[in-house]
């Protein structure tokens, strides 16, 4: 039984309510979406949530990076019952009052590289709209230029483009062929650097020029698809390597898309991830933090590259639904006038000044703390082999002290509380996750 300030938990975790849930979803709905915690969200504001049992939690996943701007902000719920008041719940085919507020604002305060958008509902709509529009700016300078460069281990969506993408050749065995115009780069993983004035530079020319003796022509390339860190472990690559890849990218007439799903809207301390790595996109993909939860992503890029497909030839029924963009325009306020994207870069650095400070307490235990700004991931690791059972000993732990974490069903926890978090919340949390590791450390 735990009582704190901002922690409540009082009955059995899961609680008898919970289990009786899952049962029932158990029953009518397909398993793959239950891959989190058993906990059963009743009510989630700023960053707590809450079951129907009065359980209450410190919340460090932003239900999977998508409340950025915190749970339920006052502001965006204000906008949404303002909308529904309106009495218009309709489809992109005619146009809004919200969805031309929304898209003036976002272009607004983004560079002005980024200049029009294509809205959509889903993550992986996004990715695959950027696939379509890389080669259609590719055949539009060469019938061949088709070629599309990814990374493996990525994830840009379940739909299948965005599997193909990804390279993960057992999630993607279902689509029963390889797009022979699509090539994966291996992850270039901080631990591959050998020694602490590793060549990335040259680690991203070996790895392109594998990919020659695979039968690319580097004028055949379209474009670069990246996840602008790699989710599972909010693993960045490194500065240098992005840059001389979008440097060749450069070279031969390639796109550039990042993939800013779940790393864009303040995540990592800059409004957009990429800006971590000192270089300017072609296209960029959002979704997730981009509405606080509405079901909106987009494509955002120079006009020339949206405008490339004809009218009608990329639409999407539920795009610039009115709710949803007045969700996205009042979360873009809120991330301006709370400073989120500087809150985030400051909270940052408490997040993992703190993870390291539990690192070196548990060497045996931890092998890397990743990530940058309010997104982290500590990778748990046994005699250097990554260890999935403790990772998982650790999550269950924290979720039954009132700390809601990221499971991700391999060596990673991630960490990714709303950039709105209070200071001392986070840290408590944090302090948790300590005792959670400690208990797990002793078997307990
Ligand atoms: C980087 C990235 N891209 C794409 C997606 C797919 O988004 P959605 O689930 O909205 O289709 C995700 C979702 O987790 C993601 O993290």
């Known amino acids: 039984m735990i009582k704190t300030k901002y922690r409540k938990i009082h009955t059995d975790i899961p609680s008898e309510s919970t289990e009786l849930f899952l049962r029932k979803l158990s029953e009518t709905e397909a398993r793959s979406m239950r891959g989190q915690l058993p906990v059963l969200w009743d009510c989630a504001k700023g960053f707590q949530v809450f079951d129907d049992q009065g359980n209450q939690w410190i919340d460090f996943t932003s239900t999977i990076f998508v409340a950025n701007a915190g749970h339920a902000h006052p502001h965006i719920v204000e906008a949404l019952h303002k909308q529904l008041d309106k009495k218009l719940l309709h489809s992109y085919t005619f146009i809004n009052r919200s969805r031309v507020e929304f898209l003036k604002k976002l272009v607004s305060i983004k560079p002005d590289y980024l200049q029009k958008a294509f809205l959509l509902s889903a993550g992986t709509e996004a990715t695959e709209c950027a696939l379509k529009l890389m080669r259609m700016r590719g055949i539009s300078i060469n019938k061949e230029k088709l070629a599309i460069i990814s990374f493996f281990g990525s994830m840009h969506g379940r739909t299948m483009g965005a599997e193909m993408l990804s390279g993960d050749s057992k999630k993607s065995e279902w689509i029963g062929y390889k797009d022979p115009n699509i090539y994966h780069l291996p992850f270039p993983y901080p631990w591959l650097a050998k020694g602490d004035n590793y060549n990335w530079k040259d680690h991203f020319y070996r790895d392109i020029d594998r990919l020659k003796k695979q039968g690319l022509d580097f004028n055949n390339i379209a474009g670069f698809m990246i996840e602008s860190y790699q989710g599972w472990g909010a693993v960045f690559y490194p500065k240098e390597y992005i840059q001389e890849l979008v440097k ?197």
């Open 248 to 444: 060749f990218a450069g070279e031969y007439k390639a796109i550039v898309t990042f993939d800013e799903i779940q790393s864009g809207f303040g995540r990592t301390g800059k409004f957009f991830a990429y800006e971590h790595y000192e270089v300017i996109p072609d296209l960029v993909c959002i979704g997730k933090g981009a509405s606080s939860s509405l079901p909106l992503s987009a494509v955002l890029g120079k006009a020339d590259l949206l405008d490339l497909p004809e009218t009608g030839s990329m639409s999407s029924t539920h795009s610039g639904n009115p709710l949803c963009c007045a969700a996205a325009l009042a979360n873009l306020e809120v991330i301006e006038s709370e400073n989120l994207v500087y809150e985030s870069e400051r909270k940052g650095k408490l997040l993992h000044q703190c993870l390291n400070q539990i690192a070196v307490k548990y060497p045996h235990r931890i092998s890397h703390v990743l990530g940058k700004g309010m997104v982290a991931a500590i990778l748990m690791a046994d005699a250097g082999k990554p260890d999935v059972v403790f990772a998982t000993k650790v999550v269950e732990k924290a979720m039954r002290k009132g700390l809601l974490v990221v499971y991700t069903a391999r060596e990673s926890i991630k960490l990714g509380p709303p950039l709105t978090i209070a200071d001392d919340a986070l840290l408590e949390g944090l302090d948790v996750l300590e005792e959670s590791i400690a208990e797990a450390d002793q078997g307990i």
